[in-house]
């Protein structure tokens, strides 16, 4: 069964850097494009990137562009989330998530979720 | 990068039906087929309810669908059962991002 581990989280100091991974299982990894989401406490979820399938093409929202980076090692199933210059208004539970369909650039619908790593920005 | 518009909160008691309606633009909702609709209960990961804007993946219930029309998405819920109670939140594929609506709390009277 598909399977998305999230790990990394934990608090930091703003300003400071912190790198998420998420362990994937359960299906052809190399094949989905993914996506990590993100949801500050109480409020809804906000798409943070997405990475191709091949990795080649990675796109970002507004609000982290410039100082968060998405990365993927298909040989170890893993997705990566690189968050530089970190602020307060970052503190949120972060979501790997996995494409539905097989595309290169995917279809921004989530099918699977991992469970999420808290990331709290705070001195 | 605007979020897609959501109403706070519906709410309906158990057996009828509800609707959510959630509106984007032409550079998101009305130009693409990618509409989607997540359930999230408190403290869990989110779920995909709906895809390509009115199919239901394995193992969500009818009485879950989707429609669209121009740059408005909808989510009807009919048959409201207790376990309905959750936030729902709409998404939309836009080309080089995807966009999130602010979510909408679901009660069951």
């Known amino acids: 069964q598909v399977q998305l581990v999230e790990s990394g989280g934990g608090v930091v100091q703003p300003g400071k850097s912190l790198r998420l991974s998420c362990a994937a299982s359960g299906f052809t990894f190399s094949s989905y494009a993914m996506y990590w989401v993100r949801q500050a406490p109480g409020k809804g979820l906000e798409w943070v990137a997405v990475i191709s399938s091949d990795g080649n093409n990675k796109y970002y929202a507004d609000s982290v562009k410039g100082r968060f980076t998405i990365s993927r090692d298909n040989s170890k199933n893993t997705l990566y989330l690189q968050m530089n210059s970190l602020r307060g208004e970052d503190t949120a539970v972060y979501y790997c998530?996995?494409?539905?369909?097989?595309?290169?650039?995917?279809?921004?619908?989530?099918?699977?979720w991992g469970q999420g790593t808290l990331v709290t920005v705070s001195s | 990068q605007s979020a897609l518009t959501q109403p706070r909160s519906v709410s309906g008691s158990p057996g009828q039906s509800v609707t959510i309606s959630c509106t984007g633009t032409?550079?998101?909702?009305?130009?693409?087929?990618?509409v989607s609709w997540y359930q999230q209960h408190p403290g869990k990961a989110p779920k995909l309810m709906i895809y390509?804007?009115?199919k239901r993946p394995s193992g969500v219930p009818d009485r879950f669908s989707g429609s669209k029309s121009g740059n408005t998405a909808s989510l009807t819920i009919s048959g409201l059962q207790a376990e309905d109670e959750a936030d729902y939140y709409c998404?939309?594929?836009?080309?080089?991002?995807?966009?999130f609506g602010g979510g909408t709390k679901l009660t069951v009277l």
């Open positions: 032409s550079s998101d909702v009305g130009g693409y087929n990618y």
């Open positions: 998530a996995k494409d539905l369909k097989i595309a290169v650039a995917g279809t921004g619908q989530f099918h699977y």
């Open positions: 998404c939309s594929y836009a080309g080089t991002y995807t966009v």
């Open positions: 390509d804007v009115t």
